[in-house]
């Protein structure tokens, strides 16, 4: 017990406030829900392996990875900017998925707007990764062009199905998920 004890004293001692609190405000406003997190996480591994295929691409296309460096394929300074800025806008994009969850009453629409913009980009950042590796020889032609139907489809619906099987949004007009007396409208739509 008083191992314990003095482990939690040591953590206590050692643990910095102001990173408890920069954690605590990245979880808070990044990952209202589990499910977000794990998206996160998801986008994250496509993006450090668009980065590595991008990186055998280059060495491929150069005649090997000393050949690529050498001719300046492979510079850090090039790759770094647009991984950057990628980076930045994906993260800005991030955080206004996680702050919808904070500001909006209904529930769905958030998490329909955090599951389009993780599931785009993911699809986006797979279509990278699958055109490095074309690029490198990869016969994956059939693998990309269905990726970018799938992204296109995700793009072109205009309905989104709620829990029960009921329409949330349709038209980007959002409606309630059941019938209300508040808008009868709604009511005679739902009901046809």
Known sequence: MRALYQYFERAMETASPSCALLITVINYVLFPDQAFFTAFVAVGAAILLDIVTKYIALSRLSGGLRAAVKTRKICSQTLWEGTR????????????????????MLAEASVFLATVVYTVIFLRESQSVIE????????????LIWTKKKQQQIL????????????????????????????????????D
């Open 85 to 104: 800025i990628k980076l930045i806008s994906y993260l800005v994009v991030f955080i206004l998925a996680g702050l919808s969850y904070r500001v909006t």
């Open 132 to 143: 490095n590796l074309c690029d490198a020889g990869a016969d994956l032609n059939w693998l």
């Open 156 to 191: 072109d619906s205009d309905e989104v199905m709620g829990k029960g099987g009921d329409i949330i949004e349709q038209g980007n007009i959002f409606a309630p998920s059941g019938p209300t007396d508040e808008m009868p409208g709604i009511n005679q739509e739902m009901q």
